[in-house]
């Protein structure tokens, strides 16, 4: 995505409860994209280094832009893994997505809120940025229709070998998005009682402690 010098009248204050990290290499370009969008925005922005450990303490609610044209496969399951311990606090939005990324690999992102294209331009990102502030998501029309579409249906296992029933295979694909126990409960119209019988089960079957494991080991061995 080419940034551009963003242009605006007012600066907002930042959301003191909000805060905007950019996960990429350093560079005075997303040095500039961050200054832009925090004065655009009115939003706490932090610059993290893509190759570097997210360590520090979630304690705001995180906006996490992930560019994944500066990662490779083993370093997009990483952060997916990582992204995944603090689903509660996190949203995840894309930057710079291959324009035949599938959709299937979208879905691998906990709490994917937003999908930004090479093609995006300026006002798009911030549109989609501002979409994410307010609790909403900013996808294409095809990938809300593709995720209309797979509501519900079984997907990517082999039950007969692995011994997962088709409400386990639900329960995990939304684990792997990032779902509480009440958001599982909330989708699938059952109670979170339920839903923990259902992880202890499948936590056995696949030998698995708990749900980062459980997103990490799905990663690996989910057929596409």
């Not at 710079?96 to 299937?104: L, R, S, V």
């Not at 979208?106 to 307010?134: C, H, K, M, N």
Request: hydrophobic share 35%; proline share 4%; aromatic share 10%.
């Amino acid at each position: 995505m080419t940034i551009e010098t963003f242009q605006s009248n007012t600066q907002k204050t930042p959301q003191s409860n909000k805060v905007l990290l950019l996960v990429t290499k350093p560079s005075l370009q997303s040095s500039a994209l961050l200054l832009q969008l925090s004065y655009k925005l009115g939003i706490n922005t932090k610059l993290h280094h893509i190759n570097k450990p997210l360590d520090e303490p979630v304690s705001d609610e995180l906006l996490v832009i992930f560019d994944i044209a500066q990662a490779d496969k083993k370093m997009t399951s990483h952060w997916q893994t990582t992204l995944s311990q603090y689903r509660t606090r996190v949203k995840t939005l894309l930057l710079n997505a291959p324009e035949d990324y599938p959709f299937y690999e979208i879905e691998r992102w906990p709490t994917i809120s937003a999908v930004f294209y090479p093609s995006t331009g300026e006002t798009q990102l911030t549109d989609g940025i501002s979409s994410v502030l307010r609790d909403e998501c900013y996808f294409s029309p095809r990938f809300t229709r593709y995720l209309v579409n797979q509501s519900g249906q079984q997907r990517y296992f082999n039950h007969q070998q692995n011994g997962i029933t088709q409400r386990e295979s639900e329960i995990l694909n939304k684990l792997r998005m990032g779902a509480s126990n009440h958001e599982i409960a909330q989708l699938l119209f059952i109670s979170e009682n339920t839903v923990k019988t259902h992880l202890y089960n499948l936590f056995k079957k696949i030998s698995v402690k708990n749900r980062t494991q459980a997103v990490s080991w799905a990663n690996e061995n989910l057929r596409r």
